[in-house]
């Protein structure tokens, strides 16, 4: 199949590598990010009308006309139905991959899942090792989801703790030393978890809601409606709500050393009315940001501008946030929630992680790994991505993060990245700490590979 992923984008055997630029190595490697062209394969559509030549029958199913009740996947090839109720080939059943340049006799030919030679995506070899559910990293499993699904997770101590949905919904935990727990049962698929000591917060269809460890105790925060990003330190939650219009609220950034350390809310003049420009100035939305305590109590605005809301952390008592249209990042000390301007640029922020001095962004539109000085200065490209981020992690100089469509997990440490795993659902969660990084796969459960 030409639409096909490979390895590396361009003309790359197996073996081959690139960095995250596209740069060529010693070994020969095309232009472009591993998998730049990666339009369908393991159980994606393609991508237009052509399938790489696929047409014909296999083993009975017709692929171009004939009696729609048999449009069901065949040589691991996906059909779908036709305007005339013909059957149409759309791309390959999830785990198998056309990894032998369309060949149109054996469709997609290849289970990623296990196959040495094309390991969670076509050309992705394990050389020595064993290919193990899309991986050759040897996995190891640490909690079986048959009939669920691992939404997302969050790790703590070596704790793992999860939510799912499925046949059972729930929060629970995978210990260090290996059993797992249930915590308590969700009535609402859950999208994102932190951790903090003995409280975990998490944000459902419903809300931000918290389980106390401890208590065993949920409650409800805020209802989604309220919010469109937020982070915790644990004791407090920070949100950002994009509203339409133009803001009044111009009270000027300080300097970023100031931001950073013990700056008082009369040296930032935050309550200042808004100069005669920004008062004229018309924008289409603007965005709120607010602070409220963990365990319920008054909002209080401290920050608003106009943009869009982008991805949210907090770091060493400093929360860090990113707004679009044009891009900007701010941050602002936890103790007196006064705004430094870090940078600007062409960006909007999908995810964002802090690590070693600098902050790092997934830029969505540009489908870029950004870093920027936690002291200010900068944007710099860091890796140029065939499709945009969906989610990274940072620690000790090491990125990880997520490409949907098909979904992978990657690794950077230098500039010469590495596919962790294959053969992931969209937006699919993952975790990281001193030693271990965790993922889900669907249908399976949970695995780990040693850092």
Known sequence: MREALLLF?????????????????????????????????????????SFGGFGGSFGGTSASGGDASTCSPDAGVAFTTDPDGGCVPNGCVF?????????????????????????????QSCEEETCSFGSCHQPEQILWEVASEVTAMAVLAGDLYFASTGKWPRLGVVKAS??????????????????????????????LETFDLAQHNQAHVLPSPLFDAWASDGSSLFTATELGGATAWDGGYIASDAALGDASVEDADVDAPASDAASDAQTETHVVFETRPVAGGQAQAFWEEGGHAGAMTVHDDTLFAALGSPGRLLAFSTSNLQPALLATGDFQASAIGVDAGYVYLADQPGSRILRVSTSGGSVETLTNLPRAAFDLRVDTGTLWFVLPSPAELWEQRTVSPKLLAGLLREQTPFAVDATHVYWSSPGVGVFRIAR
């Open 9 to 49: 984008a361009g003309v790359c055997g197996v073996g081959c590598s690139c960095d995250m630029g596209g740069n060529q190595g010693d070994s020969g490697c095309g232009a472009g990010f591993p998998g730049a062209d990666s339009s369908s394969y393991g159980g994606y559509g393609a991508s237009g009308g």
């Open 95 to 123: 785990g198998f991959g056309d990894c032998n340049a369309g060949a149109a006799t054996d469709g997609c030919e290849t289970d990623l899942s296990s196959s040495s030679v094309h390991c969670g995506a076509c050309g």
């Open 178 to 207: 290996g059993s797992e727990s249930y915590l308590a049962p969700l009535s609402e698929p859950v999208v994102r978890i932190e951790v903090h000591g003995e409280l975990l917060i998490f944000e459902s269809e419903w809300g």
